[in-house]
């Protein structure tokens, strides 16, 4: 079963804000999707950012703006990387998203036919105002129409192990990691789960988390996998990143 990577610009957090800190004051976090080609349909995990987010960022984030800045080249967002491979963005069947934050579902609105799937409690929290404050959710990102599976916990989306959301709560109240099984083993996609190396190695929390016992035990969880055989593909950190082929090359 193929997967491949596509990058979508990069949302560094700025020097100034009270969320960064320490590495990632520096780091140039890449903002990446992944696309599996299942026998039972295309999926893809996380949409990256909306195309006018690097054109207009302050209409685009709102408060958001303040705290990350965003690069993002014309032709690199989720559909224009798609349509570069030769898929289009009508063909994919679900949108795995794992939380709800502006960098991985700003491209939700560009995939029209998918399936949203997504952890219930991190759906719910898109929709209530407290949550969606705290962890600047905005629904114009993801309330975009579309059919949506709410999950409880570990779901295998195509019934044969090959995909399986698994919960990593913590730095949202609902987030969520995907186990990809390819040819070559397994692959754990963390997403915010874990942003960089250092974070899984020294159990080194990032500025944002929701919760920080949840996201220390969704952290052991990523441990065990790894142990286990599994390759980490770190959500944001950009020397794990320059590593990794690139769509079109399959991972």
């Known amino acids: 079963m193929p997967g491949a990577i596509l990058r979508h610009g990069s949302v560094p957090p700025r020097t100034s804000s009270r969320w960064s800190s320490g590495t990632e004051r520096t780091s140039r976090r890449a903002s990446p999707a992944f696309l599996i080609d299942h026998p039972g349909g295309k999926a893809l995990f996380d949409s990256g950012l909306h195309p006018d987010a690097g054109r207009d960022p302050d209409a685009r984030l709102g408060p958001a703006a303040?705290?990350?800045?965003?690069?993002?080249?014309?032709?690199?967002?989720?559909?224009?990387?798609?349509?570069?491979?030769?898929?289009?963005?009508?063909?994919?069947?679900?949108?795995?998203?794992?939380?709800?934050?502006?960098?991985?579902?700003?491209?939700?609105?560009?995939?029209?036919?998918?399936?949203?799937?997504?952890?219930?409690?991190?759906?719910?929290?898109?929709?209530?105002?407290?949550?969606?404050?705290?962890?600047?959710?905005?629904?114009?990102?993801?309330?975009?129409?579309?059919?949506?599976?709410?999950?409880?916990?570990?779901?295998?989306?195509?019934?044969?192990?090959?995909?399986?959301?698994?919960?990593?709560?913590?730095?949202?109240?609902?987030?969520?990691?995907?186990?990809v099984r390819l040819a070559g083993g397994d692959v754990v996609l963390t997403a915010d789960a874990c942003y960089l190396r250092r974070t899984l190695e020294e159990l080194h929390l990032p500025a944002i988390v929701h919760d920080p016992s949840a996201m220390l035990s969704s952290l052991h969880r990523l441990r065990a996998l790894q142990q286990a055989g599994a390759r980490i593909f770190y959500g944001h950190d950009p020397e794990f990143w320059a590593t990794v082929p690139q769509a079109p090359a399959e991972v």
């Open 66 to 179: 303040r705290v990350f800045e965003v690069e993002l080249r014309d032709g690199e967002d989720v559909a224009a990387r798609l349509g570069a491979l030769g898929v289009d963005p009508a063909e994919i069947r679900y949108l795995i998203t794992s939380h709800l934050h502006f960098d991985h579902t700003g491209g939700h609105a560009s995939i029209p036919n998918a399936r949203v799937v997504v952890q219930r409690r991190e759906w719910d929290a898109g929709h209530d105002a407290d949550l969606m404050a705290r962890n600047f959710f905005d629904a114009r990102n993801y309330d975009t129409g579309h059919e949506v599976l709410a999950v409880d916990g570990e779901h295998d989306l195509f019934g044969d192990g090959r995909v399986v959301c698994l919960p990593t709560y913590g730095h949202t109240p609902g987030h969520q990691s995907l186990r």
